[in-house]
């Protein structure tokens, strides 16, 4: 039964195409899916130093990798990589956690 199940399963997955517009639809697919993933590496990439940044009490160089990552949410949004809610809710948590940093050390 795990058998069948895995081979009908494998089937599907690996479905290529047929006709000619599907397989300019799979390229595309292709090509678009590698653009989604370089913007969503690029702003968590963004985000992340950013907190670093912000954790180390570095808040010179925070205030400006906050205006990389706000830019990176940005275009992700811009895109369709995320929602433009979901970055505009990191971008909020972001400026708050900012400022809670800067209010506490200074």
Do not use: C, G, W
Request: zero cysteines; proline letters at 1%; hydrophobic letters at 45%.
């Amino acid at each position: 039964m795990r058998l069948a199940l895995f081979f009908i399963l494998s089937i599907l997955e690996n479905n290529m195409p047929i006709t000619t517009s599907a397989k300019k639809a799979l390229r595309q697919n292709k090509t678009r899916h590698a653009r989604n993933v370089i913007r969503k590496v690029a702003y968590k990439k963004a985000v992340l130093n950013f907190r670093k940044l912000v954790a180390a009490k570095k808040m010179e160089e925070a205030h400006t990798s906050l205006a990389l990552a706000f830019k990176a949410l940005d275009k992700a949004a811009k895109t369709k990589v995320i929602e433009k809610n979901k970055a505009s809710r990191l971008k909020s948590r972001l400026a708050q956690l900012i400022a809670r940093s800067t209010k506490t050390s200074s």
